[in-house]
């Protein structure tokens, strides 16, 4: 079975600082990953996601992320946060069929003035 | 080109009604997905249509949830006698369905309070 576990419910950054969001996944094959933000009653953007390709995955807003095998890891960064990174953040893996989507419970992303 | 769209976009209805929320999906994208969001909570997956195959209604809470998708297009989520555990953000996506890795788009949701 596939799952996704994102470490931290809630993070909270300076303005100016590193932004890193947790994610660890749960797949018995090679599986596509994907970020998925959400800011205030709006609907989900995807920020990026791996599939099988480069494991350094280059997304929108200049957050990236590193698909790593050996550690079931796909932790999304970011160099320096922006006001405008506050948001819902999602990490989902998907099923062998590429049919089917797992997601995390989100982690809520704050950044301090 | 025009996104996956959703009506409507707020929905109050009182306990014991029926509703009706519609998503149309981006033209071409042959599956389509409904989730259901709570305050402060994750998605939750309610139904998944791949073409012409049977849903896959596994997420569905009860019986007073259905789905159609009529024309492999257009999807209506129906709540029977709602409650107001059923109020949250329902949110529709719909995929292009090719070989392995693409993504989901995503609606803006439509917000269903039950008082």
């Known amino acids: 079975a596939q799952s996704v576990t994102q470490l931290d419910s809630h993070v909270s950054v300076s303005e100016g600082t590193p932004v890193l969001l947790r994610c660890n996944y749960s797949?018995?094959?090679?599986?596509?990953l994907f970020w998925y933000v959400q800011h205030p009653n709006k609907g989900l953007q995807l920020l990026l996601k791996y599939t099988s390709a480069a494991t350094l995955v280059k997304g929108i807003n200049g957050f990236e992320a590193e698909f790593k095998k050996s550690e079931t890891s796909f932790h999304l960064t970011k160099p320096s946060a922006h006001m405008s990174d506050a948001a819902e953040y999602f990490c989902v893996v998907s099923d062998w069929s590429g049919n089917q989507f797992y997601f995390g419970t989100g982690t809520s992303l704050t950044v301090i003035p | 080109g025009a996104g996956v769209s959703q009506s409507p976009s707020n929905k109050v209805t009182e306990k014991g009604k029926d509703v009706e929320l519609r998503c149309d999906p981006i033209?071409?994208?042959?599956?389509l997905y409904w989730y259901r969001q709570s305050l402060g909570q994750g998605l939750e997956f309610l139904i998944y249509f791949q073409g012409n195959s049977a849903p896959d209604k596994s997420g569905l809470p009860s019986d007073r949830f259905s789905a159609e998708r009529t024309g492999g297009s257009v999807s209506t989520l129906t709540i029977q006698r709602t409650q107001q555990e059923d109020s949250a953000v329902y949110l529709c996506?719909?995929?292009?369905?090719?070989?392995?890795?693409?993504?989901?788009?995503f609606g803006p949701g439509t917000r269903l309070t039950v008082t």
């Open positions: 797949s018995s094959y090679s599986p596509s």
């Open positions: 033209s071409g994208h042959t599956a």
């Open positions: 996506a719909s995929s292009p369905r090719l070989a392995g890795g693409n993504e989901q788009y």
